[in-house]
C-alpha cells in the first residue's frame, strides 16, 4: 500500500481549524494533521502548529530511531537542542538519532514533518 492520498485544500485557512487535533500529551500546546500515511511503513507527511506561548521543556528533548525532514512554514520555533530560533523557511533532514527540542516558541509555529519509521537505523 502506498501513502494515503488526498485532494488540494488548504490547512492554513481558518475553515480547516477542525481539521486540526491536539498532539497526545501536549493539549493546549500542540495540534496536527497528519496529510498522508503509509499503514505498511509508517511513513507520514504532517504538519505540527505549536500554539502562541509552547513551550515543550517541561517533556524534554528527543530522538528517534528513523530520519525526518522538517521545514517551518510559518511563525518561529525555538529548538534547544541546537540553541536556535528557527524561521519561516528554515528546513533539517535529521539523522536517526539526533536531538531536537524541547521547543518554544512565542508567536506560534507551523512544523512540516515528513518521518521515515520504517528506515530504523541498525
Same mark, same amino acid.
Given at each position: 500500500?502506498?501513502?494515503?492520498?488526498?485532494?488540494?485544500?488548504?490547512?492554513?485557512?481558518?475553515?480547516?481549524?477542525?481539521?486540526?487535533?491536539?498532539?497526545?500529551?501536549?493539549?493546549?500546546?500542540?495540534?496536527?494533521?497528519?496529510?498522508?500515511?503509509?499503514?505498511?511503513?509508517?511513513?507520514?507527511?504532517?504538519?505540527?502548529?505549536?500554539? +502562541? &506561548?509552547?513551550?515543550?521543556? #517541561? $517533556?524534554?528533548?528527543?530522538?528517534?530511531?528513523?530520519?525526518? @525532514? !522538517?521545514?517551518?512554514?510559518?511563525?518561529?520555533?525555538?529548538?534547544?537542542?541546537?540553541?536556535?530560533?528557527?524561521?519561516?523557511?528554515?528546513?533539517?533532514?535529521?539523522? +536517526? &538519532?539526533?536531538?531536537?527540542? #524541547? $521547543?518554544?516558541?512565542?508567536?506560534?509555529?507551523?512544523?512540516? @514533518? !515528513?518521518?521515515?519509521?520504517?528506515?530504523?537505523?541498525?
Amino acid at each position: 500500500m502506498a501513502k494515503t492520498t488526498t485532494t488540494y485544500w488548504n490547512a492554513l485557512k481558518p475553515e480547516s481549524n477542525t481539521r486540526w487535533t491536539s498532539v497526545p500529551g501536549l493539549e493546549g500546546v500542540a495540534e496536527e494533521i497528519t496529510h498522508s500515511i503509509d499503514e505498511n511503513t509508517g511513513e507520514y507527511t504532517r504538519l505540527t502548529r505549536f500554539l +502562541p &506561548g509552547a513551550d515543550t521543556t #517541561p $517533556f524534554g528533548g528527543k530522538t528517534h530511531a528513523y530520519p525526518e @525532514e !522538517v521545514f517551518i512554514v510559518s511563525g518561529r520555533l525555538h529548538d534547544a537542542a541546537v540553541d536556535q530560533w528557527l524561521a519561516a523557511g528554515e528546513y533539517a533532514s535529521r539523522p +536517526p &538519532g539526533e536531538l531536537h527540542g #524541547p $521547543f518554544k516558541t512565542d508567536e506560534g509555529c507551523i512544523v512540516l @514533518e !515528513v518521518s521515515f519509521p520504517n528506515r530504523i537505523q541498525g
